[in-house]
């Protein structure tokens, strides 16, 4: 993630397949700076990426995990419409909480938007270095191949 104003790269959110449990699952994984923390990028981004992951990819259900004391990816994790749905001991002997969301019950919640005709997600141009550039949202724009 890179802050429009400046380009400053300040984290990353993704969908990759994790470990959870003992079985190979689809995650959505945030990770910001500190000092930008608490501000809503990791929200904004987790939904982006979820809303194009159920777009885009067979999955359907999404996960997000994170060790039970870490509550602020908690709360991200309800904020792009998770669940908890399980706690186990990782392999560092500590209790991991995962969330997570089906594709069903996010048509169910997200159908009026998209009656309405608004985009899910939204692509746009890198800048010139690249072809491509995903911009999810208007506080950061993310670009998979300069990272600018």
């Known amino acids: 993630m890179c802050l429009k104003e400046n380009g400053k790269m300040i984290g990353d959110c993704g969908l990759t397949l994790q470990p959870i ?7 959505i994984g945030y ?6 923390q608490r501000k809503g990028y990791a929200k904004e981004a987790a939904i982006a990426v979820r809303d194009w992951a159920f777009t885009h990819t067979p999955f359907q259900t999404i996960y997000s995990y994170m060790k039970s004391t870490n509550l ?21 002997k500590e209790k991991t909480t995962v969330f997570a969301l089906s594709k069903k019950t996010w048509l169910e919640k997200y159908k009026m938007r998209q009656e309405k005709g ?14 491509r550039t995903y911009r999810f949202c208007r506080k950061y724009r993310l670009c998979v191949g300069c990272r600018k």
């Open 118 to 131: 608004a985009p899910l997600y939204q692509y746009f141009p890198c800048h010139g270095q690249r072809k």
């Open 31 to 36: 990770h910001i700076q500190k000092t930008y």
């Open 72 to 92: 602020p990816s908690m709360q991200t994790a309800q904020a792009y419409g998770c669940q908890r749905v399980d706690e186990f001991v990782d392999a560092e």
């Open 21 to 27: 449990g003992n079985t190979i699952k689809p995650e």
